[in-house]
């Protein structure tokens, strides 16, 4: 088995394990801060965050084309290129920190309009100012994570990221243990990514000790090329917003404040579910994009159609413990006045599952820059879901948004999208329908529908309950897709991987042989 194919399988266990450290810390974080700080400032700490959040905007995709660009030069062996990207990426994302210190003082001057208490408004433009910093700081030494990434050196990252968030919550913890306020806070924020930005420096210097800094590698032709294909990026990221954030001002506007609470139930587990595999096998587009440099088209199509399994088997299984367990959970969770947002739910993981399935299909396009086509039709889909949600919402409620949502989202995956991916990279789409979608969803019926039919009887709206029968969900299914759900050469791709970590030594030696 290749060394890429192994650094991306440590990789995803590290991502998956850092997904879960963050949702843990945040959870047990979280009333930590609202007991030391109070209601009130809290709300201000919310508040900041959600205004800075629509930084992420200024980014106008340049790191995904920055990412690509430095991929495809490294499948060239290119030293020259590389560092003509890297420049040419850090001047642009420098721009991009520049804009974002003029909106937060421009914001900062502002406060005094929106804020009547005086003494909020010295606290809200202190704090901002100083998170202002910590983004305007990180956007230029994004290149250096997008190095890092390119080099398929997602281990370095996910492992600093560790660094950073085990560094950051004891700072938190000790800080407001000792009477510190909000101010803390934000100076903890922005010393903290300091820190792991320079790592990150120290890291790329590391693996790759040929880069170099100059102006005379800035290129006006590579900033022109770089903005061509990040405008489509950013289309889809519009999009996204779009599909997930658009649903509750529909709600609001037709249905009133108190009906968005139900729905964001249901929409919360559906973004932990495409966190999860977005942690778990959102590497690839490096991959197809080194592969492209080099001019193997070949191994381009041989891996889309393994990993594409592998996204059937994965989301499949994720989803089939939110459908089998969902209702239990939330009932548990939120209590029984709250399960109707399991109906919701299941609405809007039919498409999502359809998305998470093909996810490797948007990973190869970017990779190989044929993303343009599929930014236009998934902003096509985005308005779509908002037209379709305002005119549903009205006859059926909240189940109407939800179906508003997934109906252009199905239309798109199963119609559209196999035919383009299948037109780009010249394979059959009877090949792909049959192997890596209908066969997938066919096989997993089994996997899933058996075992269930064995242990529903047992499942009660408790905790330990749900954990251990969807953990022995999982380990059945899991299984059941070694032995019978790929062919002998991917089985083998399988193995080679699996006897390269230290999962090895818990699998018996009868499946790695």
Not at 47 to 74: H, K, M, N, P, Q
Not at 443 to 466: D, E
Request: proline share 2%; hydrophobic share 55%; with cysteine.
């Amino acid at each position: 088995m290749s060394s890429k194919s192994k650094l991306l399988a440590k990789s995803s266990a590290l991502r998956i394990s850092l997904f879960i450290t963050n949702i843990v810390i945040a959870f047990l974080l979280m009333p930590f801060i609202i007991h030391f700080l109070g209601d009130r400032m809290y709300g201000l700490w919310v508040v900041v965050g959600s205004v800075l959040g629509y930084y992420w905007l200024v980014d106008f995709g340049i790191s995904t084309a920055v990412e690509r660009g430095i991929s495809r030069a490294v499948g060239k062996k290119d030293n020259y290129e590389i560092n003509i990207v890297v420049n040419t990426g850090l001047f642009l994302y420098s721009l991009g920190g520049l804009t974002i210190l003029l909106i937060s003082a421009i914001v900062a001057y502002a406060m005094p309009y929106f804020i009547n208490n005086i003494s909020d408004v010295i606290i809200f433009r202190q704090v901002f100012i100083i998170l202002g910093l910590s983004f305007a700081f990180n956007f230029p030494m994004r290149v250096f994570s997008g190095i890092l990434r390119s080099f398929l050196r997602f281990d370095m990252v996910n492992i600093a990221n560790f660094g950073l968030v085990i560094l950051r919550a004891s700072l938190i913890y000790c800080f407001l243990k000792m009477g510190y306020g909000i101010i803390a806070l934000a100076w903890i924020t922005l010393g903290t990514d300091v820190v792991f930005r320079v790592t990150l420096y120290i890291l790329v210097r590391k693996i790759y000790p040929q880069l170099r800094f100059s102006k005379s590698l800035i290129q006006i032709s590579k900033i022109k090329g770089l903005i061509k294909y990040s405008s489509f990026v950013f289309m889809n990221q519009v999009s996204q917003q779009m599909r997930f954030n658009i649903d509750n001002l529909v709600i609001v506007a037709f249905m009133g404040l108190s009906h968005v609470t139900l729905y964001s139930i249901a929409s919360r587990l559906i973004r932990y579910f495409m966190n999860f595999m977005s942690n778990a096998l959102g590497m690839m587009m490096p991959l197809f994009s080194r592969y492209e440099g080099s001019g193997n088209y070949d191994a381009i199509r041989e891996k889309f159609v393994f990993i594409t399994k592998v996204n059937g088997y994965l989301s499949i299984l994720v989803a089939s413990v939110l459908v089998i367990f969902g209702r239990f959970f939330i009932e548990r969770w939120m209590g029984e006045d709250y399960i109707y947002a399991y109906n919701i739910l299941v609405v809007l993981i039919i498409g999502i599952l359809g998305g998470q399935m093909q996810r490797s299909v948007f990973e190869v396009l970017h990779g190989i820059s044929k993303h343009q086509v599929s930014a236009v039709v998934n902003l096509g889909e985005a308005f779509s879901n908002v037209i379709l949600s305002i005119l549903l919402v009205k006859r059926f409620g909240l189940m109407g948004v939800a179906f508003g949502t997934t109906i252009p989202l199905l239309i798109k995956l199963f119609l559209f999208l196999p035919q383009h991916i299948c037109s780009v990279l010249n394979i059959s789409l009877r090949k792909y329908y049959m192997e890596c979608l209908i066969g997938v969803v066919a096989r997993c019926a089994l996997f899933v529908g058996i075992p269930y039919l064995c242990y529903q009887s047992f499942i009660r709206p408790n905790y330990l309950n749900i954990f251990l029968l969807a953990c022995l969900q999982s380990c059945i299914f899991m299984i059941l897709v070694y032995i019978l759900g790929f062919k002998h050469s991917e089985n083998q791709m399988i193995r080679g991987v699996l006897k390269g970590t230290k999962i090895a030594k818990f699998i018996p030696k009868a499946l790695l042989a």
